[in-house]
């Protein structure tokens, strides 16, 4: 055989950030020094969700699932001696993405760094926000002209810059088929495009420009041939949407530019040591096909499904990377799938079924509209409850959670409260204290910031006009404006947007036949909400706090609703005062809260103080979510009636460990109901 150049690995990342600025830039100095080859910043829900880490709904948020970024100050202690015209800097960051990139661009102008040069991504997918994440802000309109006008922006003064990463991640992790994904994403894709076209603000020989700066963020779930064949229909389509839509004739603009990270909610906290192997496989589908090979690829930890992983198992997962491509003779060979008839016969099946779903949804009026019915939204909720189904019915089968679960003890997690990492409690007080300060010397020596308000008017104006808003949005980052006085500001022109749930209009997905377990659990139901003298059992669950991770909720909220519960859910973000008024208002039997960003410590006692309060010590509260064993026995100690966390995959079970804590606090019989 000739000697074949090897090719060139792609960008190892890892994503991280935690605490505070001064914290993540150690861990990213870190991780440099480990050979890891890109940055992947993790934001704070607050900075995520454009408030400031002292708001009301920040609370218990600040600094747990990211790094909280209120100002031009905290972007100078996150990059400190790091050079960012050298780096590659990928920023996980949607409703306030146009400001992160405005502090990052402003760093670097002040490293020094010519701002042509600098390389990296803004996620910037809001479409998937109302469908999956829920960290979004604005209506669609308003956040669709936000993102057209930072790809403007970037195209001629920051050419290098990938403005938008359109993520089919959390739509997978939401119950997206590979069908839905890819139609959904490239539907996004679509009307991300058309905007900027139509806006006039991109001369129309730079629209290829445009096109080429647009990459993807995908999922790679387990079943290995599926989602590698995924990618492939993926580049497929892509290809011949920018070729027919767009009219780019230049190949090199019409590649499909990605990048993943492998499934994080399809690690178990049963038996968590096989999620190497997970991670493995999952990493394998994004890799081994040269043609449909990721740009940039980072990997969870075990451990994710049992807390914040140490630095040692991020060191792990880029280890798994670095094995692949330095040890491995992957990257000296070409398409290894190439000509295979099982391959291509799957490939040509998802581009046909995809651009069917596409087609839909483009008579629908096109991606927003179709956010804004609550179709989009209504299709993940249905099949993620058909994929729940498959799990508890034993169909699918899940290592270590519905098949093989007898174990040996395991010395990784023997003393659980060192496997993961905590986050200090007394940060959120060190940053808050630290944002008053910037707060109150912005103004003063060294910074000399000018008054920010003259800043955030600027930017209003803007904002009712037809500007583009990334000048405005820089003046406020030099002015030493906080995220949330633009978020703010913006909100006042703009308005917030609560996304449709998905819940009432989703399907049946567990049939209660004669004898099944759901029929069990509706005659619980039905025979507790007589010995209530009720006519139905009503059962609020909650969502507490900045976390929009509601997939759980939702599976939670229609399984409730099938076992003949009224449901009350009001969506996402809520403060606990919010959630205890309208669980009185309803006058609900059991409130389900459910966080998965780490606040459960501090949000679910308040709920339940202020419960007991307005004296309605009999209904239970019932919390779930990522929660430590330790923090779960305090929340029991403190007087909640049950902890779920995902090793719990029996939803039907579930409901019926519900009705009987309402029983329990109604002073009433258990009930022996034959499942």
Request: hydrophobic fraction near 40%; aromatic fraction near 6%.
């Amino acid at each position: 055989m000739t000697e074949r150049q090897k090719d060139r690995p792609w960008l190892m990342r890892t994503y991280a950030g935690h605490s505070t600025a001064e914290a993540s830039n150690e861990l990213y100095r870190r991780n440099l020094a480990k050979g890891q080859t890109g940055l992947s910043v993790a934001f704070d829900l607050p900075t995520q969700t454009g408030y400031d880490s002292d708001h009301i709904l920040a609370r218990g948020e600040v600094g747990r699932v990211g790094v909280p970024v209120a100002h031009l100050g905290d972007m100078r202690r996150l990059f400190q001696d790091i050079p960012l015209e050298q780096m590659n800097t990928s920023m996980t960051i949607n409703a306030t993405a146009m400001w992160l990139l405005a502090l990052y661009q402003v760093v670097a102008e002040e490293q020094g760094a010519d701002i042509t040069k600098l390389q990296g991504t803004t996620q910037n997918d809001i479409v998937k926000e109302y469908l999956s994440r829920g960290t979004h802000v604005f209506p669609p309109g308003p956040s669709l002209r936000l993102t057209t006008d930072m790809i403007a922006y970037t195209v001629s003064h920051i050419p290098k810059w990938n403005p938008i990463n359109i993520c089919s991640y959390h739509l997978q992790e939401a119950g997206a088929t590979p069908v839905q994904e890819i139609a959904y994403a490239m539907s996004t894709a679509i009307a991300v495009l058309d905007a900027v076209r139509d806006s006039g603000q991109v001369p129309e020989e730079k629209f290829g420009d445009v096109v080429a700066r647009i990459s993807f963020f995908v999922n790679a779930g387990v079943r290995f041939i599926e989602e590698m064949c995924k990618m492939r229909a993926f580049g497929r389509i892509w290809d011949r949407i920018t070729r027919e839509r767009y009219g780019i004739e230049n190949p090199k603009q019409r590649r499909f530019r990605y990048g993943v990270q492998v499934n994080s909610l399809g690690l178990t906290e049963a038996q968590p040591e096989n999620n190497v192997q997970r991670i493995v496989l999952e990493m394998l589908a994004v890799t081994l096909s040269k043609d449909a090979r990721a740009r940039a690829v980072q990997l969870p930890a075990w451990n994710e499904a049992l807390g914040l992983p140490r630095p040692w198992d991020q060191q792990w997962s880029l280890r798994i990377q670095q094995v692949l491509a330095h040890e491995s003779d992957l990257l000296e060979y070409a398409d290894i799938f190439e000509g295979s008839h099982v391959i291509e016969a799957k490939v040509a099946a998802l581009v046909e079924e995809s651009l069917t779903e596409i087609e839909r949804i483009q008579e629908m009026g096109g991606a927003m509209a179709a956010v804004e019915s609550g179709y989009l939204k209504s299709q993940l909720v249905a099949s993620h409850a058909e994929r729940r189904a498959r799990i508890e019915s034993g169909q699918e089968k899940i290592v270590g959670v519905n098949i093989f679960e007898t174990t040996e003890p395991n010395p990784l997690t023997a003393d659980l409260d060192t496997a993961i990492q905590t986050v200090d409690p007394a940060v959120e007080a060190r940053v808050i204290a630290s944002l008053q300060h910037w707060r109150d010397t912005r103004y003063q020596p060294p910074f000399n910031h000018p008054r920010p308000c003259k800043a955030l008017e600027r930017l209003k104006e803007a904002a009712k006009g037809t500007d583009n808003l990334m000048e405005a949005t820089l003046e406020c980052a030099r002015a030493g404006v906080t995220t949330g006085e633009w978020a703010g500001a913006l909100r006042e022109v703009f308005g917030e947007f609560r996304a449709p749930t998905g819940v009432s209009s989703a399907p049946v997905a567990v049939a209660a036949e004669e004898g099944s377990a759901l029929s069990g659990v509706r005659r619980k139901v039905e025979l507790t909400a007589r010995d209530l003298g009720v006519g139905k059992l009503r059962f609020l669950v909650g969502k507490p706090g900045l976390d929009g991770h509601s997939n759980g909720a939702e599976q939670i909220a229609v399984r409730a609703r099938d076992a003949g519960f009224e449901v009350v859910y009001q969506g996402i973000r809520l403060t606990p005062e919010q959630i205890v008024d309208a669980a009185l208002a309803e006058d609900v039997h059991a409130v389900g809260l459910s966080i998965l960003s780490g606040s459960h410590a501090q949000l679910v006692p308040d709920v339940l103080e202020r419960l007991r309060d307005a004296g309605a010590t009999d209904i239970p509260v019932i919390a779930g979510g990522i929660i430590p064993n330790a923090d779960a026995e305090q929340l029991r100690a403190a007087g909640v009636a049950a902890v779920f966390t995902p090793k719990d995959f029996d939803i039907t079970g579930i409901i019926g460990r519900i009705v009987d804590e309402i029983r329990k606090a109604n002073k009433l019989d258990p009930l022996e109901v034959p499942a």
